[in-house]
């Protein structure tokens, strides 16, 4: 829940609310006017932590201090999310051994970087009557990159192209 969606104090317009005292303690249905009365005499906030629920659930507690540790908690959880890129690399059916040892290279660094690969060949005039060079090529990378990927689409014709997408293996 967002800091945004949250009322407070004079924002919360509703008769009664089920109130939680700054221990935590359950005071039970409270009229608004009351539990008001008793964030003042806290020194403290009433802040409607479930909206949805009836009667609504307020909270008695610091403002400020809740919203620091919501965006500290959603912070955090940013900090652990990875993200994964796509990366391509394009080639021909006619490529000689030493590129596409070369482009095999590469795959295989962004694979151990997390990234997921998008090997393409591009056919061009006569080349798309002989589709089946191209799957060999296709063929010729997954085994130079030697089980450090996991196949997560089969080298398919999209138009003109051939591609077929790797990703890194899960470390288990």
């Known amino acids: ?13 509703v008769r009664e609310v089920r109130l939680i005292d700054a221990e935590g303690k359950q005071m039970g249905v409270v009229a608004i006017a009351e539990a008001l009365a008793m964030g003042q005499e806290a020194g403290l906030d009433l802040v409607e932590i479930a909206p949805q629920a009836v009667p609504p659930v307020c909270k008695i ?4 201090k809740y919203r620091f540790e919501l965006e500290k908690k959603n912070r955090e959880s940013k900090k652990k999310q990875k993200l994964i890129k796509m990366k391509e690399i394009r080639m021909q059916p006619k490529i ?13 660094e962004f694979l151990d970087e997390g990234n997921k690969v998008k090997v393409t060949i591009r056919f061009r005039g006569r080349e798309l009557a002989h589709t089946e060079r191209g799957k060999v090529v296709l063929e010729k990378v997954l085994a130079l990159l030697d089980d450090s990927f996991v196949l997560e689409k089969e080298p ?10 790797v990703g890194p293996k899960g470390k288990k």
Do not use: C, P, T, W
């Open 1 to 13: 829940m967002s800091s945004k969606e949250l009322r407070i104090n004079d924002q919360i317009r």
């Open 96 to 108: 000689e051994e030493h590129d596409l040892q070369f482009k095999s290279k590469h795959v295989k």
């Open 61 to 64: 507690l610091d403002y400020g």
């Open 156 to 165: 398919a014709m999209e138009g003109r192209f051939m591609s077929m997408v």
